[in-house]
């Protein structure tokens, strides 16, 4: 097996398995009150809270193109533009009715910050009062991985010193 495949594979298992506690929803099957919905993305999965009646909330973010789009209520069709939705198995801190509150509060919010405040942080924030997204933290984690290779590289290559960490905050 080449490489381009060994590394396909990979991307392909490790999504797979970060949808292992996930379940997926059925097209004829309504989702429970509050919960947290996933739906893949190109490059991303995108985050959401279920309201009830098909509606769900969530952060439009980049859904409209470069401007940033706000906190909006929309129907399970289009918050999954045709693609499957998960239901994300997180324990809340808050009850349905509070979770569901908690999300309409910030309907029409257009503070949309890709790393800071996305649609998963929004869904963290709704369902257990934390700012918290598992794409940002692998993201990141990429990020310090590239990093450490390339001054590994750098210090062979030069025989120097080493070079002085610098830490990246949010």
Not at 70 to 86: C, H, K, M, Y
Not at 148 to 157: I, P, Q
Request: charged share 30%.
């Amino acid at each position: 097996m080449n490489r381009r495949n060994r590394n396909a594979r990979s991307i392909r298992l490790s999504r797979e398995q970060s949808f292992a506690g996930d379940a997926l929803l059925r097209p004829d099957e309504e989702p429970p009150l509050a919960a947290h919905l996933v739906t893949p993305r190109a490059l991303y999965s995108h985050h959401g809270i279920y309201i009830g009646y098909g509606r769900v909330i969530h952060y439009a973010g980049l859904a409209y193109g470069f401007r940033r789009g706000p906190v909006e209520n929309v129907s399970l069709t289009q918050f999954a533009r045709g693609r499957d939705i998960r239901i994300r198995r997180d324990p809340p801190k808050f009850n349905s009715g509070e979770v569901v509150e908690r999300a309409r509060s910030r309907l029409g919010e257009s503070r949309y910050r890709l790393l800071t405040n996305n649609c998963e942080h929004f869904c963290s924030w709704a369902l257990r009062d934390e700012c918290y997204s598992k794409q940002v933290e692998w993201l990141r984690a990429v990020q310090r991985a590239v990093w450490t290779s390339v001054r590994a590289v750098f210090e062979r290559a030069y025989r120097c010193k080493p070079v002085p960490t610098y830490r990246l905050t949010a």
